[in-house]
């Protein structure tokens, strides 16, 4: 799929202003000091000098030096104006009963999403300059109208990922998920064989691996990735999953950890305890792979894009979550109380704001007063919110160690 032309999204934030490159499909940040830079260059009211002669260099290396610039006009000086990215379920019903599904997906909801809905989000998504979105569900290809909902995504140059359990991949859909120019799309591998079948069906993991191998040929210059939910079963494979990852050519394999949410309450001897996540954590650290590994507080991982020292993670800061029939949450795994409203009957930019002050949250002396806090800001909100009925307690699987449970008041 070609887009129309090579156009440039500029947006000012409270910290500078982010930049989209719609061809690469790459969004780029910088500060106040080189905004005022390249604004001139933007204009061509400048004259030649070292630092403008550099940074001229640096907007063509990246690919933002173009005619066609198009200003986003909605600066919020209270954290970022607009989501980075939006995660958006577009249906409950799925093909498996996974035993640590987060939300218990299996059948359809009655009141879900209509196409021009979810047509009238992107619009929405493009007018405040979030173009990110990552499509779930369930299971997103049961979905009789998802390719229609992608192709009218890219042709707003959003870009695209899906997240998927691969078991509907086949040659036809493969070859239309390439012509989409998607993003990544990703594929849930909960374990080696043995382990994944366990929570995932018997025979699951070999039509899933199957699978990959159509999508890694029929999209050969898609980023493929794997997603394993770290639980007690697997949390020792991941060495072997690392090399089945690199065996299939992936470009990725991201680690998170299982969540006390949906039918995982029903199963909780898969919950990972303290010990067993920061021996994964210290262990992996020194794992070398041609492939990209992503796992939570990995070294350089990811910038900060909220008000200096502001508690929490990056849910309802910099990302938000929207359900299949519209609800809009910092993040889905917070729960119904954190419900800021549903995209039927208020503005996406309202909702952000509205999920923004749901999650100016105070912390705890612990965190506050940790000397790593500006690298993690306190870990996941929805581990302690699920553990302790508390969104400003400890994270429960604090990679330090001194940080026990005997320290929170529960």
Not at 204 to 222: D, E, G, S, V, W
Not at 268 to 290: A, P
Not at 334 to 351: C, D, K, P, W
Request: net charge positive; charged share 25%; proline share 3%.
């Amino acid at each position: 799929m070609k887009l129309v032309n090579h156009r440039v999204f500029f947006h000012e934030e409270f910290f500078g202003a982010r930049i989209y490159n719609t061809k690469s499909q790459e969004e780029y940040f910088f500060d106040k000091n080189s905004i005022v830079i390249i604004k001139k260059i933007f204009s061509g009211d400048y004259k030649n000098n070292s630092i403008i002669n550099e940074t001229k260099a640096d907007l063509i290396k990246k690919g933002l030096l173009t005619s066609d610039v198009v200003h986003i006009e909605n600066k919020n000086g209270d954290g970022l104006s607009a989501p980075l990215r939006v995660s958006l379920n577009v249906t409950r019903k799925c093909n498996l009963r996974c035993k640590h599904c987060f939300s218990d997906s299996g059948i359809s909801d009655p009141n879900e999403l209509t196409t021009q809905e979810l047509f009238g989000l992107i619009d929405q998504m493009k007018g405040a300059g979030t173009f990110f979105l990552a499509i779930g569900g369930g299971e997103p290809l049961l979905r009789d109208d998802l390719f229609e909902i992608i192709k009218y995504a890219r042709e707003n140059f959003i870009a695209v990922s899906i997240i998927t359990n691969g078991l509907l991949i086949n040659e036809e859909t493969a070859k239309k998920l390439y012509e989409l120019n998607l993003k990544t799309i990703t594929i849930s591998i909960d374990g080696l064989e043995k382990n994944h079948d366990k929570l995932r069906g018997k025979g699951n993991f070999k039509k899933t691996i199957n699978n990959i191998k159509i999508l890694r040929k029929y999209c050969p210059t898609t980023k493929l990735a794997i997603r394993v939910t770290l639980n007690t079963l697997n949390i020792n494979e991941y060495r072997e999953l690392i090399k089945l990852a690199e065996g299939l050519s992936l470009d990725l394999i991201r680690f998170t950890p299982i969540l006390l949410l949906g039918r995982t309450r029903n199963h909780q001897d898969l919950l990972v305890n303290q010990k067993e996540y920061i021996h994964f954590l210290k262990n992996i650290q020194n794992v070398k792979s041609k492939i990209t590994l992503e796992f939570p507080g990995k070294k350089d991982e990811r910038k900060w894009f909220t008000p200096s020292k502001e508690f929490g993670c990056h849910c309802g800061k910099e990302v938000c979550w929207i359900t299949q029939t519209g609800d809009f949450y910092p993040c889905i795994f917070f729960g119904n109380s954190f419900i800021a409203g549903n995209i039927r009957n208020e503005s996406f930019l309202s909702l952000w704001t509205k999920s923004k002050n749901m999650v100016k949250l105070c912390g705890n002396e612990i965190c506050n007063n940790c000397p790593i806090f500006l690298k993690c800001r306190g870990g996941c909100r929805a581990r302690a919110l699920s553990k302790y009925k508390d969104i400003n307690a400890v994270d429960p699987l604090c990679p330090l160690e001194r940080n026990k449970l005997k320290f929170i008041k529960i």
